[in-house]
């Protein structure tokens, strides 16, 4: 790798959003765009003016000038390409989830560990701006010792098409269970499920999977820490809620019910009208490279020369996707792990996969796998010096 990492997006719905990001990123240079369509392909090509165009995963992999793959294609293929990937000599960022089974969440962090190759995946919202306020007061101290975390995903996904009708809840929890192990740095121990409501029959039969909502407690590891995450997909009368919450000794802090709405800050032992505050997270700028600050406020569609755009998505996640971009960029320049980094992003994701499992079994207690737990992975690593 020279002083810019090569950096390919492979789908491009999602994946067109971060585009204009690795353009303008110091230490990338947005080298190829992957997917199976031509069309579309050329079209976010000519707009973006990128030359190196796929539309053959495996021909992309033969790329030896490609470095790193951002892989955003749907949820079915994501550990299938990351796989690959890794196989192939290429980092990976992948969006969320990980995978759809324990298993290829192993074989991921198995072959990062062989490789010595970066993965990261790409979770919005442990970088989304509210989650940025809660953490910057928690590591000054402000919310004193926390006490609880809990968090919440909830959209009706009727009418979506291909693998989406009928998925399990907490097959894609990433987004309500990343916030509350990322606080911390927490780590899930094991987990505990209930199914709760039915959803209609139609939707049912194709992943034998009843649950209107799932509803899971995590317990922490070495720590008196649990958190509860709760989700729904179908039938439920909630169109979009992403939320987290965390309570501590000193401050706790809300998410709103309703989106755009100020987050509330509590704080302990003040006069009753001063308790609660609303507070709107600052955008947390400063901490990128001046030229992708301004994606955390504005989207492709709200960049002068983009502004005509029809096929890029364009919805911004709390102002995450430059400091995705920026975390995975760094780490890979600077040789560090990212966050979250393989093993992180398994245990993640292993949550959702085992939390549903549980929820079939009646809420029987699943315990995470050795394999997403970081002294397991030092005591290998130890094991592999002496
Ligand atoms: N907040 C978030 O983290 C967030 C938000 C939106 C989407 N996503 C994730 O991003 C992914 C894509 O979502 P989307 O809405 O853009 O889906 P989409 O169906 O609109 O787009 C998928 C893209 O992948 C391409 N593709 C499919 N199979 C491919 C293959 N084998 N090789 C190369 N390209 C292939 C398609 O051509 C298309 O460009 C999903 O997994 C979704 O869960 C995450």
């Not at 192990?181 to 409501?197: I, Q, R």
């Not at 509330?264 to 947390?284: F, G, L, N, W």
């Not at 992003?345 to 315990?367: D, P, Y």
Request: with cysteine.
């Amino acid at each position: 790798m020279g002083n810019k990492i090569n950096i390919a997006i492979v789908g491009l719905g999602f994946g067109a959003e971060f585009i204009p990001i690795y353009q303008r990123h110091p230490n990338a240079n947005m080298y190829a765009i992957c997917q199976r369509n031509s069309e579309k392909l050329n079209q976010v090509g000519d707009e973006f003016k990128i030359e190196k165009r796929y539309t053959d995963y495996d021909q992309l992999l033969k790329d030896p000038d490609v470095d790193a793959v951002h892989i955003n294609t749907p949820i079915p293929d994501h550990a299938i390409q990351s796989i690959k990937a890794l196989k192939a000599g290429k980092h990976v960022a992948c969006t969320v989830p990980m995978a759809t089974t324990v298993d290829e969440c192993r074989q991921i962090v198995e072959l990062v560990e062989e490789t010595g190759l970066t993965y990261m995946m790409m979770e919005t919202v442990v970088y989304a701006r509210e989650f940025l306020f809660m953490k910057e007061l928690y590591e000054n101290g402000e919310l004193g010792k926390i006490q609880f975390l809990k968090a919440s995903h909830q959209q009706d996904m009727d009418g979506w098409p291909n693998y989406w009708p009928g998925l399990p809840p907490m097959h894609y929890a990433t987004h309500c269970v990343g916030p509350v192990l990322a606080l911390t740095k927490g780590e899930a121990e094991y987990v505990s499920c209930f199914g709760s409501g039915t959803i209609r029959k139609e939707l049912q039969a194709h992943y034998n999977s009843p649950f209107a909502v799932e509803s899971t407690h995590i317990k922490f590891r070495n720590s008196d820490l649990s958190a509860h995450v709760y989700r729904s997909l179908f039938d439920t009368a909630r169109q979009y809620r992403e939320s987290f919450e965390v309570y501590g000794s000193k401050k706790s802090v809300e998410w709103p019910l309703v989106e755009g709405k100020p987050l509330i800050v509590h704080t302990a032992k003040r006069p009753e009208p001063q308790i609660a505050e609303e507070m709107h997270s600052p955008d947390y700028a400063h901490l990128l490279p001046e030229p992708i600050q301004r994606f955390t406020t504005k989207g492709v569609y709200d960049t002068d020369e983009h502004q005509h755009l029809s096929f890029v998505q364009g919805a911004g996640h709390g102002g995450s996707h430059p400091h995705l971009v920026h975390e995975f960029v760094s780490a890979l320049a600077a040789k560090r792990e990212p966050f979250p980094n393989a093993r992180q992003s398994a245990n993640i994701t292993c949550v959702g996969i085992l939390a549903h499992e549980s929820a079939m079994q009646g809420g029987k207690q699943m315990n995470l796998p050795e394999f997403t737990l970081e002294h397991v992975q030092a005591e290998n690593k130890a094991r592999e010096l002496v």
